[in-house]
Nanobody, 126 residues
Framework: QVQLVESGGGLVQAGGSLRLSCAAS????????MAWFRQAPGKERDFVAG????????SYVDSVKGRFTISRDNAKNTVYLQMSSLKPEDTAVYYC???????????????????WGQGTQVTVSS
């Protein structure tokens, strides 16, 4: 059993930056592949970024490459999403997700994730 709690969302102007955090419970955080998904109003929940167990590999949706950076601190049981050059189209509820059993090559598939956080709202004004 893993509990995930996101924080760091808020209102920011276009071009600004924001850092999201996801704190995980338990003592086996390093065993989980972690990811961020987002859901905009009226749209499906989509993959944003993922990171493998050691933090040595990352994956991003094309629309955020070069602007967002996912990282993790296994000693703190926390995964981060650093967001820069934010655009109005980045506005969404951002969710943290974790999977123990998934292959790294399925990182973009939301169906492989066992645990989800409650979400944190990110609003980017134009």
């Amino acid at each position: 059993q893993v509990q995930l709690v996101e924080s760091g969302g808020g209102l920011v102007q276009a071009g600004g930056s924001l850092r999201l955090s996801c704190a995980a419970s338990g003592r086996t955080f390093s065993n989980y592949v972690m990811a961020w998904f987002r859901q905009a109003p009226g749209k499906e929940r989509d993959f944003v970024a993922g990171i493998n167990r050691s933090g040595g590999s990352t994956s991003y949706v094309d629309s955020v490459k070069g602007r967002f950076t996912i990282s993790r601190d296994n000693a703190k049981n926390t995964v981060y999403l650093q967001m820069s050059s934010l655009k109005p189209e980045d506005t969404a509820v951002y969710y943290c997700a974790a999977t123990y059993s998934s292959s790294w090559y399925s990182v973009r598939n939301g169906q492989v994730y066992d645990y989800w956080g409650q979400g944190t709202q990110v609003t980017v004004s134009s």
